[in-house]
């Protein structure tokens, strides 16, 4: 009996280990979106409300076109929200709350291009594009250090980027562990992540998991989850494949009908109101990933400020806020006793 109670012992602990320093507790995470002003206690509240334990703070910076080198970043043009001062604030409300944080900047490409498709012309401006993309993920590494923030994204979707400049990510991400000690991830998206090169130097696979589940209006849950089967072991295999937690840096879907067929489409042509996919679709994707042990936790899209305003039943975007869909979430994201 001594020896069974042991063994069990020995079996808890490995799951818990299992997935090379995931924290014990799923990251439920939000995607606290940037404002013009300072945030306080009435916007993070929500957060707290919807049991969320992370979030995703996200400092934007702009590159003109697809094959622009200078990426503007922390300028006064901005919103106070994506400077660093406006990060730091930030982060430090959400601290008065228990909220951990994973600092994730990101580029805006004019004219909303695709930022997987950024790609360089010539050398000199490869060179000039690693300098400035440098200068931008660096100055938010210190600030990571410097506030202790739980975990950095080195960046999200630039697959191009990546394949064609692979040592000068390799060399990137060997600099910022000279400076940060926290956790690193990369947000690749639903259909890049399998050709990332560096899993194995970071500490999450990063996956912005807008994957096609369904083909139907109104999804049901049912159908969603088996829309999963196509994609869940490939997730899987890669997490076994490099002993590391998978990651859903973004995840969520809009409140419109064919919510999940592409659910990364912003078209404006999808404006029919559609509450009820949203929920089933979100409620497949708990249901085929949160209770998995290499699975870590993932942060939905996105969460705004000014809560009592954001989203409602008549909105047809992303945000849960204000919607049925908000429940389920609070529902899934509660933490047990």
């Known amino acids: 009996m001594r020896i069974l109670k042991c063994l069990l012992i020995g079996y808890l602990f490995l799951t818990l280990s299992a997935c090379n320093g995931q924290d014990e507790i799923k990251i439920n995470g939000v995607s606290f979106v940037a404002a013009g002003g300072a945030t306080d206690s009435s916007e993070v509240q929500p957060i707290v409300n919807a049991n969320a334990n992370y979030a995703a703070i996200m400092p934007f910076a ?12 922390n300028s006064d043009r901005q919103w106070f929200g994506e400077r660093v001062e406006g990060v730091k604030q930030y982060i430090e409300e959400l601290r008065k709350y228990q909220i951990k944080v994973m600092i994730k900047p990101q580029i805006w490409v004019g004219r909303g291009d695709f930022t997987g498709n950024i790609k360089m012309t010539s050398e000199a401006n490869w060179k000039a594009l690693e300098e400035s993309y440098s200068n931008f993920i660096l100055t938010f590494v210190e600030l990571a250090e410097e506030i202790n923030a739980e975990m950095l994204c080195i960046g999200t979707e630039l697959e191009l980027f990546i394949k064609h400049r692979p040592e000068y990510w390799t060399d990137l991400i060997r600099k910022i562990r000279t400076q940060y000690k926290g956790k690193l991830t990369y947000a690749a998206n639903w259909d890049e992540f399998k050709r990332t090169p560096f899993w194995d130097q970071l500490d999450y696979i ?3 998991a807008y994957f096609p589940v369904s083909d139907e209006k109104t999804p049901t849950v049912e159908t969603c989850i088996e829309g999963w089967k196509v994609h869940k072991p490939i997730i899987k295999g890669l997490s076994e494949q490099y002993q590391k937690p998978i990651l859903f840096t973004e995840y969520g879907y809009r409140s419109v009908d064919y919510s999940a067929r592409e659910p990364w489409v912003y078209d404006r042509s999808m404006n029919q109101v559609n509450l009820q996919a949203q929920v089933n679709a979100t409620r497949a994707l708990y249901e085929t990933f949160w209770n998995e ?45």
């Open 62 to 73: 702009y590159i003109k076109s697809l094959d622009h080198s200078e990426i503007m970043f």
């Open 206 to 208: 990063g996956v912005d």
């Open 293 to 337: 042990e290499w699975f870590a936790g993932g942060f939905i899209w996105k969460w705004f400020t000014f809560h009592e305003r954001a989203g409602g039943k008549e909105d047809n975007q992303f945000t849960p806020q204000n919607k049925p869909v908000e429940e389920i979430i609070k529902a899934y994201y509660k933490i047990e006793d």
